[in-house]
């Protein structure tokens, strides 16, 4: 009787968690508004995209460090990281095509757009990189490749990274960087 009682719990308990939808704890769409991936909630907002209006065109390269190692027994610690891309203009709509996630070595880790984006006239994007995931490794970077209509346009990208080691805690900030072609 035993063995079929736990049994039974073990099978539910299965059945359970297999129904855990995977989405529903990814930051991105827990600390979202409308708790729905923000990357993802634009590209279904998107309208097909006119590219021959556009005057400014920038790729720029964001460093993100999703681990660094201590000094300490040259202990590695895992970071998580936000990386924020700004749209600086009171009037007019940031366009992103690309962000591309690569790893130390420059392999490509993860594609996030299958189309382009319209970042509304002040809004930000904002984008967690969990500190579990340490494909990046400590020469992660970003490339994001943004238009708009003008110079105007231009938007402020930057990364922050937060982790602790022990009883400290630490965080840093780092810069888009244009790419020149």
């Given at each position: 009787?035993?063995?079929?009682?736990?049994?039974?719990?073990?099978?539910?308990?299965?059945?359970?968690?297999?129904?855990?939808?995977?989405?529903?704890?990814?930051?991105?769409?827990?600390?979202?508004?409308?708790?729905?991936?923000?990357?993802?909630?634009?590209?279904?907002?998107?309208?097909?995209?006119?590219?021959?209006?556009?005057?400014?065109?920038?790729?720029?390269?964001?460093?993100?460090?999703?681990?660094?190692?201590?000094?300490?027994?040259?202990?590695?610690?895992?970071?998580?990281?936000?990386?924020?891309?700004?749209?600086?203009?009171?009037?007019?709509?940031?366009?992103?095509?690309?962000?591309?996630?690569?790893?130390?070595?420059?392999?490509?880790?993860?594609?996030?757009?299958?189309?382009?984006?319209?970042?509304?006239?002040?809004?930000?994007?904002?984008?967690?990189?969990?500190?579990?995931?340490?494909?990046?490794?400590?020469?992660?970077?970003?490339?994001?490749?943004?238009?708009?209509?003008?110079?105007?346009?231009?938007?402020?990208?930057?990364?922050?990274?937060?982790?602790?080691?022990s009883n400290k805690s630490f965080a840093f900030?780092?810069?888009?960087?244009?790419?020149?072609?």
């Open positions: 009787m035993n063995k079929c009682r736990i049994s039974v719990l073990c099978i539910t308990g299965l059945l359970l968690l297999s129904g855990c939808d995977a989405s529903k704890q990814d930051p991105n769409v827990m600390f979202s508004e409308e708790h729905q991936d923000p990357i993802k909630e634009l590209e279904n907002g998107s309208k097909k995209v006119d590219h021959s209006k556009f005057g400014y065109k920038q790729t720029f390269y964001v460093p993100i460090y999703s681990d660094i190692y201590t000094d300490r027994d040259n202990r590695k610690v895992l970071l998580s990281a936000t990386l924020s891309v700004r749209n600086t203009t009171l009037k007019n709509s940031l366009y992103i095509n690309k962000i591309d996630y690569y790893g130390t070595h420059g392999e490509l880790v993860k594609s996030y757009l299958t189309e382009t984006i319209e970042l509304p006239a002040m809004a930000t994007l904002n984008y967690i990189i969990e500190r579990e995931e340490d494909k990046g490794g400590s020469g992660a970077n970003f490339i994001i490749e943004v238009e708009g209509v003008d110079e105007t346009v231009r938007p402020v990208i930057e990364a922050v990274m937060i982790g602790n080691f900030s780092t810069e888009g960087t244009p790419v020149v072609h």
